[in-house]
Nanobody
Framework: QVKLVESGGGLVQPGGSLRLSCEVSGSPFSLYDMGWYRQAPGEQRELIGT???????IYPNSLKGRFTISGDNAKNTVWLQMNSLKPEDTAVYYC?????????WGQGTQVTVSS
């Protein structure tokens, strides 16, 4: 069973940075396309970006430049580096792993951007 555990969320001031972690257990994350999503209260879950099983990253134009996904195969961990954070980035952030056969979600980590 694949398990994803996000961490690293918290309260940060506008303009600050955070790095979220997604620790993967049960399978190497390199067998999956990994994604980060977020969901603000009352909003639909939004894609932040993906990293393919081959390591290629793709981001929506609206978030390109501030958010970066990376991974470490030895630690079986995927990160989301977030810079120049804005109040509208406040949301629960989720890690996702998917391939042709299954999809898995973590429990999410809260990020609050406020002064």
């Amino acid at each position: 069973q694949v398990k994803l555990v996000e961490s690293g969320g918290g309260l940060v001031q506008p303009g600050g940075s955070l790095r979220l972690s997604c620790e993967v257990s049960g399978s190497p994350f390199s067998l999956y396309d990994m994604g980060w999503y977020r969901q603000a209260p009352g909003e639909q879950r939004e894609l932040i970006g993906t990293m393919s099983s081959g390591g290629r990253t793709i981001y929506p134009n609206s978030l390109k430049g501030r958010f970066t996904i990376s991974g470490d195969n030895a630690k079986n961990t995927v990160w989301l580096q977030m810079n120049s954070l804005k109040p509208e980035d406040t949301a629960v952030y989720y890690c996702n792993a998917r391939n042709l056969f299954a999809a898995y979600w973590g429990q999410g980590t809260q990020v609050t951007v406020s002064s």
